[in-house]
């Protein structure tokens, strides 16, 4: 069965610092990837997903995520954030074949001026 | 086009009552998942409808717990005899899927439910 770990419940940044939020996920078979956002008092919305291909997704808001099949990761990055990026992040795993994900507990970015 | 509604938004219940959340997925999605969002966990899955099929009730914590979808649209998740433990965000969620695991799911605002 597959199981998806976000390893850092809230991650604190100062506004255009770095930021990297991690995922990691067991599965004994092909997968797909999937970052979702819920900003404060919304529903979650893709933010960026790995199908095949490249291993490096972007999004449209300069957030990007690279697969590591090695690794079995899936990590969140952005090099520089905005207070707006401040929200909760999921990391969800497809298998292929499955209709159910598997979504991690979330990552709360909180993002200071 | 309108997205994923959930009524109501809040509901505040006492214990022992029965609930009722409806859910109003994007019009043509095939697909249609509750999940259920408790402070500091990951989105837990209730249950999942496909088209026709008979729905994957396999997330369904108890008995109390049921779900229908009419017509192949509207899902109204009912909750009986509340506890307390029952209280959490309920969310929605629909997708143009035929069961491949890849499409990206389109998720309500939920409904905050509240046992006293």
């Known amino acids: 069965a597959q199981s998806v770990t976000q390893l850092d419940s809230q991650v604190p940044v100062f506004e255009e610092a770095p930021v990297e939020l991690r995922c990691n996920y067991s599965?004994?078979?092909?997968?797909?990837l999937f970052w979702y956002v819920q900003y404060p008092n919304q529903g979650l919305q893709l933010l960026l997903k790995?199908?095949?291909?490249?291993?490096l997704v972007e999004s449209i808001n300069g957030f990007e995520a690279e697969f590591n099949k090695s690794q079995t990761s899936f990590h969140l990055r952005k090099p520089s954030v905005h207070i707006s990026d401040t929200a909760e992040y999921f990391c969800?795993?497809?298998?292929?074949?499955?209709?159910?994900?598997?979504f991690g507990r979330g990552t709360s970015l909180i993002v200071h001026p | 086009g309108a997205g994923v509604s959930q009524s109501p938004s809040n509901k505040v219940t006492e214990k022992g009552k029965d609930v009722e959340l409806r859910c109003d997925p994007i019009?043509?999605?095939?697909?249609l998942y509750w999940y259920r969002q408790s402070l500091g966990q990951g989105l837990e899955f209730l249950i999942y409808?496909?088209?026709?099929?008979?729905?994957?009730k396999s997330g369904l914590p108890s008995d109390r717990f049921s779900a229908e979808r009419t017509g192949g649209s509207v899902s109204t998740l009912t909750i009986q005899r509340t506890q307390q433990e029952d209280s959490a965000v309920y969310l929605c969620?629909?997708?143009?899927?035929?069961?491949?695991?890849?499409?990206?799911?389109?998720f309500g605002p939920g409904t905050r439910l509240t046992v006293l």
């Open positions: 969620a629909s997708s143009f899927s035929v069961g491949q695991g890849y499409d990206e799911q389109f």
């Open positions: 599965s004994s078979v092909s997968v797909y």
């Open positions: 790995y199908l095949s291909g490249s291993t």
């Open positions: 969800a795993v497809s298998e292929r074949g499955s209709y159910i994900p598997t």
């Open positions: 019009s043509g999605h095939t697909a």
């Open positions: 409808f496909q088209g026709n099929s008979a729905p994957d």
